[in-house]
């Protein structure tokens, strides 16, 4: 079974700030990771995906993700934060076995202040 | 790049009435679409896989007669919520996924309300 960890349900920080939102995962399998980003009333947007390639992994919109086997983690960051980036961010696992099937993180919503 | 298309956006109707939502691939043929349930403030949870001409698999708790999902072609599945009650408000989000593990691509959602 597949599980996703997401510390810190709220974090707040300031604009030209960096942007940290961890997530660590359990899996039995070498796994494909996720980012997504969900806008109040909207679906999810894809940020990045990590799909055993390379381990430093550039998104859209400035965000990048680094896959650590060592810490099970693949921690999502940007160097400078806007205020458009505040939003609801999951990570998610799949098995790449199984079928595209995704088990998401509880989430974290971030918030940009001036 | 990939667009998922889920109609409407917003419903509100009365208790014991059945709402269809549609989710449809506009640009890529999905040989599998996924439902998921989010309540405010929560992460989403998987209600049930649909792959194309086949029977839905639905998630441990998910009751396959209140939440009817035919996948009748590579663009087009739907939702149907049957006899709606106050406990079934919620936002459903559907999504798609080609073959091989490509990453799933979201709808926008459906806000239902039921009075």
């Known amino acids: 079974a597949q599980s996703v960890t997401q510390l810190g349900s709220h974090v707040s920080v300031s604009e030209g700030a960096l942007v940290l939102l961890r997530c660590n995962y359990s899996s039995s399998v070498p796994p494909y990771l996720f980012w997504y980003v969900q806008y109040p009333n909207q679906g999810l947007q894809l940020l990045l995906k990590?799909?055993?390639?390379?381990?430093l992994v550039k998104g859209i919109n400035g965000f990048e993700a680094e896959f650590k086997k060592s810490e099970t983690s693949f921690h999502l960051t940007k160097p400078s934060a806007h205020m458009s980036d505040a939003a609801e961010y999951f990570c998610?696992?799949?098995?790449?076995?199984?079928?595209?099937?995704?088990?998401f993180g509880t989430g974290t919503q971030l918030k940009v202040e001036l | 790049g990939a667009v998922v298309s889920q109609h409407p956006s917003w419903v509100i109707c009365k208790s014991g009435t059945s709402v269809k939502i549609e989710c449809r691939s506009l640009d890529f043929q999905a040989t599998t679409m996924f439902w998921y349930r989010q309540f405010p403030k929560q992460s989403l949870m998987l209600m049930a896989t649909s792959n194309e001409g086949s029977k839905a698999t639905y998630e441990q708790g998910v009751e396959k007669d209140k939440f009817l999902i035919n996948h009748a072609s590579l663009t087009l599945s739907t939702l149907t919520v049957t006899s709606a009650h106050p406990e079934d408000s919620s936002f459903y989000i559907c999504?798609?996924?080609?073959?091989?593990?490509?990453?799933?691509?979201f709808g926008d959602g459906t806000r239902l309300s039921i009075l």
């Open positions: 999504s798609a996924g080609k073959a091989g593990n490509q990453p799933q691509h």
């Open positions: 998610a696992v799949s098995d790449p076995g199984g079928g595209n099937k995704l088990t």
């Open positions: 990590y799909t055993s390639a390379a381990t």
